[in-house]
């Protein structure tokens, strides 16, 4: 019988013991990388849920919706022109608006989203629209384009059929055509820069013919050029730039001065604060045509 003397291994415990050296020699021992450690998968979690970009519902579209995020904000205009007239454009995400502060503050016209598409009309509009005019400001209505969706023609039509329509009033300016990127996919709504403009014509001659106005078109200059080929054949429609910077910038081809500038998504009171290239008289103007 063999004799187990103090400090000589039992047998089995030998064996258990090279066994469990001969496993931890196969794998290989390194440091927690940063993405395995508890704190950077956090991290890594939370960035990955951060910058994703989510849709927005449709109908939530609005003027310059997009301009921040592709063209940045690089201050605002330097002093205050006296041959321009402040203006303000909204949509329903802002609500019942205050436009006796905003007369207060020297607003003198508005342009209110009446329609998306053909499927969205502003539950606002009516607040909107008339409140503006009520206080004695100048007014429109503006259409957000979707032109992966139906024709120009047809969009136009339910832009007139729901507000967008014009009266030789002297106070009611003509509809403005938001075409600009697409907050719910392809940046150019799936269309080819002959496409683009082949829609956005049909939109604009549909709307003189119901209205006897030339639109107004609201876009910037880096999604036009991308857009639409940067085509220079619209010059006889009002432009107005969105550009949020001290200066209007580059125009797209075909103009040579724009009618309006959106300059800030965050102005008084309502955020979205615009300058009229002229003084009040030329705002009347346009709006009697």
Partial sequence: MPVHRPGSPRPRRAFLAGALIAVCALVPITPASAAES??????AT???TTNTPVTPARGTARMGMGVAAHDGQDGLP???RAAQTEGVDVASYQGNVSWTTLWNSGVRWSYNKASEGTYYTNPYFSQQYTGAYGVG??????????PDTTSGATQANYFVDHGGGWSADGRTLPGTLDIEWNPYGDTCYGKSTS?????????????K??????????????????????????????????RYASTAGTLPAGWSTYTMWQYTSSGPTVGDHDKFNGALDRVQALAKG
């Fill in 78 to 80: 330097t002093g205050t």
């Fill in 137 to 146: 400001m100048i007014r429109g209505a503006y259409h957000f384009a979707t």
């Fill in 209 to 242: 013919a119901r209205t006897g106005r030339n639109a107004v078109i609201y876009t910037s200059t880096t999604w036009w050029s991308q857009c639409t080929g940067n085509y220079a054949g619209f010059s006889a429609n009002p432009l107005w730039i969105a």
């Fill in 38 to 43: 508890p704190d950077a998968t956090a991290s």
């Fill in 46 to 48: 939370a960035g990955t």
């Fill in 195 to 207: 496409g683009m403009v082949s829609w956005i014509r049909d939109f604009l001659n549909q709307y």
